[in-house]
């Protein structure tokens, strides 16, 4: 399957969540992408959008290698056989934990209404516009999770199905439009997937809240 865009794949989303029974109490969104998808997800649901955002952890001398992601409020998901392997130190872990969730932090502010508030017993649903690996959408998750909400829902238009299975360990639903049978970069499955600048993801959030 191929989506249009975000707003498309943001609808063929809302209604594959209609269809599994999943009733939102909030919508989040990891920006800046997830947000045109999760818009027409919260506007389906008549339900507030919020924003989590997560930042990955590099490994040492190769910051593009994810050793792990850590959330705005400091919760942290790590990749444990790759740490193991490189042998990465304890200190340097909480090091980078420390300097990105400042970094996660810092970003969140850049968006007004981020905050929903208590997700204490809610349904919670996380959207991205697709997810490769998922170390930072771990991240997130597991913010959630940290705050109680009752049942938290991963929600992506396209994911490969290995990264399907290992979340499915860690979110209470995930839920995916389509599961491609050779996954590609995200991008590679949206005719148009241009970069959604920091004023645009602002706005959806603002318009979803009004």
């Known amino acids: 399957m191929t989506f249009v865009d975000r707003h498309d794949a943001g609808v063929k989303l809302a209604a594959k969540l209609q269809t599994e029974g999943i009733e939102p109490d909030y919508v989040f969104a990891i920006p800046r992408g997830g947000l045109p998808v999760a818009k027409p997800v919260a506007d389906a649901f008549s339900v507030p959008l919020g924003v989590v955002i997560g930042t990955k952890i590099g490994a040492p001398h190769n910051p593009e290698l994810a050793i792990g992601a850590v959330a705005a409020d400091g919760s942290m998901w790590l990749n444990e056989p790759v740490i193991a392997q490189l042998d990465v130190d304890a200190a340097y872990i909480e090091q980078e ?13 850049q968006y007004p209404q981020a905050e929903i508030g208590s997700v204490d017993g809610a349904v919670a649903v996380l959207v991205d516009d697709g997810i490769a690996t998922g170390a930072t959408a771990r991240a997130c998750l597991q913010q959630l999770i940290t705050a109680n909400a009752g049942t938290v829902v991963l929600a992506v238009p ?17 839920v995916v439009v389509d599961i491609p049978r050779w996954f590609g970069a995200v991008g590679s499955h949206y005719r148009n997937f241009t970069q959604v600048s920091d004023e645009e993801a602002i706005s959806y959030l603002r318009d979803a809240n009004e």
């Open 97 to 109: 934990r420390t300097k990105e969730a400042e970094a996660a932090a810092a970003k969140v502010e």
């Open 158 to 174: 396209v994911a490969p199905e290995e990264t399907v299975t290992e979340l499915k360990s860690i979110a209470d639903r995930v």
